[in-house]
């Protein structure tokens, strides 16, 4: 039997720790250093059994982990999940570079690249102050990146190429929300796109219709499909308001985890099961959350 090896009981994540015993450079080097050392013979099992495939939920998970540090307005925890975020770019970069495609200094490489040829105001032959509105900017950067996609295209598929796709480029791992927003940016981008919230607040009200309608005749299809077309058109009716509907809906959760914690409080304290509460207590509760968040 192994021994068990005793191990620290608490930790302070906000405790910095001298790398350079460990033989760790500064900076970006120093996280390629520690890559390299947890990766090496003498590394960590875990990372070393890891792929591109396994560490697909942990770089979507980082990433929905820095908003949460946003919301929250934390600078120093934004300061720690950044770090994380930016680790799974590295533990990328150095599985590829081990399967001989890129390494960290490529992905580097190629986004100093991006930003020189999208930014021509910046660092164009003119290379000026920027002289053009942030939407002349956005539009300018939407026809590089479409231009950019069509040269892609014409490498490997030359009649592809020619027909003009502004959605492409959209990751179809993004939530569906998030999906959605970028979606139809995109598609405003060449016009395609009410001229105000009355648009597609007159929408909603439609497919809120269709919807009742799908719900009445018991199609299954069609009330999925209906409120799948309401979802969607909340979205662009959220950016008209200027709101984005994957922020308003992680706060409406945050919201309705904080009312449901006080609904199951009060239960607690009042020794009641929640299960045979019944809705009319359980909903008294959820009024008692909302009223102490108003004040």
């Known amino acids: 039997m192994n021994e068990k090896r005793d191990l620290p009981v608490t930790y302070d994540p906000a405790e910095v720790i001298d790398h350079r ?77 081990r399967e001989d495609h890129f390494d960290l200094d490529g992905v580097i490489e190629a986004i100093r690249s991006k930003m020189i040829r999208r930014h021509p105001h910046v660092f164009g032959p003119d290379g000026a102050a920027p002289r053009e509105t942030p939407e002349e900017v956005e539009a300018r950067w939407a026809q590089i ?71 009445e005749a018991g199609d299954a ?27 308003a809906l992680r706060k409406a959760n945050l919201k309705f985890e904080r009312r449901f914690g006080h609904v199951m409080r009060r239960c607690h304290e009042q020794g009641i099961d929640p299960t045979t509460a019944g809705l009319e207590r359980l909903d008294g509760f959820w009024d008692e959350a909302k009223a102490i968040e108003r004040k």
């Open 145 to 215: 990146k479409e231009a950019e996609r069509q040269a892609r295209g014409r490498a490997s598929a030359e009649a592809d190429a020619a027909i003009p796709n502004p959605l492409a480029g959209v990751p179809k791992a993004l939530s569906s929300l998030q999906r959605a927003w970028r979606l139809q940016n995109k598609a405003a981008a060449v016009g395609f796109d009410w001229p105000d919230v009355e648009g597609p607040l007159s929408k909603s009200r439609e497919e809120w219709a269709e919807l009742e309608e799908a719900i």
């Open 21 to 97: 015993p460990h033989g760790l450079r500064d900076g970006l080097d120093g996280i390629r250093d520690l890559m390299d050392r947890l990766l090496g013979a003498q590394g960590c099992p875990w990372d070393r059994a890891q792929t591109l495939d396994s560490l697909r939920p942990y770089l979507i998970e980082e990433a929905h982990e820095v908003l949460e540090t946003l919301d929250a307005d934390d600078p120093d925890e934004h300061r720690r999940e950044l770090g994380d975020l930016l680790f799974q770019i590295v533990f990328h970069a150095a599985i590829r570079e």
């Open 221 to 247: 299809a069609a009330i999925e499909e209906e409120f799948g077309d309401l979802v969607f058109v909340l979205v662009r009716l959220g950016t008209k308001l200027g709101l984005e509907a994957e922020t």
